[in-house]
């Protein structure tokens, strides 16, 4: 079945660490997004990827980076400059810019020890 | 920039009952977009509405998008425990595509037996 693998699912980093989320589709869509999600929050946008080799910064972007060298995949890097990086990441991806995000992950829980 | 408000932040319901969740956004829309996330789970489309006053029905539930699309609301007739979950809007601003899509907070739905 076609869908977001995500992993892992949970990851514990040691502060001034940097570590990467690992996020895969098998959907053939274009566009692939990471989200970050807070308790009682919404999503917020930190990446967004609308074609190989082309991404931009959404609303939160400082204190990480990506990739997008092939189309099924666009991975994460939490670096050490996020200030707050325990959260829960999402990656989504949608057909192509303009349709509504049709598939997410099942996440990855980042805590910093 | 755009803002996104979603109330109630949590409802509590007896099982069997009605529940609505609005949504208001501070800029015009070009179309908004719902999703629910049940406990410990990842965002799941629901639906998305695009037309000034256009009314969408999926078995129990109701979405509404307001005539100045602004506003949006869900409506789930004789809530059942499977509905438990937080049902967030999405709006995407007149921009287009996801990297516009700015996320409400969620109402939390609680359903009591």
């Known amino acids: 079945d076609g869908g977001i693998t995500q992993s892992p699912k949970y990851l514990f980093r040691k502060e001034g660490q940097n570590v990467t989320l690992s996020c895969e589709q098998n959907?053939?869509?274009?566009?692939m997004y990471w989200y970050r999600q807070d308790p009682g929050q919404g999503l917020r946008l930190i990446y967004y990827s609308q074609i190989v080799n082309d991404f931009q910064k959404g609303d939160i972007a400082e204190g990480y980076s990506v990739s997008r060298e092939k189309k099924e995949s666009f991975p994460l890097t939490v670096t050490s400059a996020q200030k707050n990086p325990t959260a829960f990441y999402l990656c989504?991806?949608?057909?192509?810019?303009?349709?509504?995000?049709?598939?997410f992950g099942s996440g990855t829980r980042l805590t910093v020890v | 920039g755009q803002q996104v408000m979603q109330i109630p932040q949590y409802q509590h319901v007896q099982e069997g009952e009605d529940f609505t969740t609005y949504c208001n956004s501070s800029t015009t829309l070009s179309n908004i977009q719902w999703y629910k996330q049940r406990p410990g789970g990842h965002p799941v489309f629901l639906i998305q509405l695009v037309k000034s006053g256009e009314v969408k029905k999926q078995k129990r539930l109701t979405f509404q998008f307001g005539e100045a699309k602004k506003n949006s609301s869900l409506h789930i007739t004789a809530t059942q425990t499977t509905d438990v979950g937080t049902y967030f809007c999405?709006?995407?601003?007149?921009?287009?595509?996801?990297?516009?899509?700015?996320f409400g907070k969620g109402t939390h739905l609680i359903i009591q037996p």
């Open positions: 999405a709006g995407v601003n007149s921009g287009g595509g996801a990297d516009g899509l700015t």
């Open positions: 989504a991806s949608s057909a192509k810019r303009g349709t509504p995000i049709s598939a």
């Open positions: 959907l053939n869509h274009d566009a």
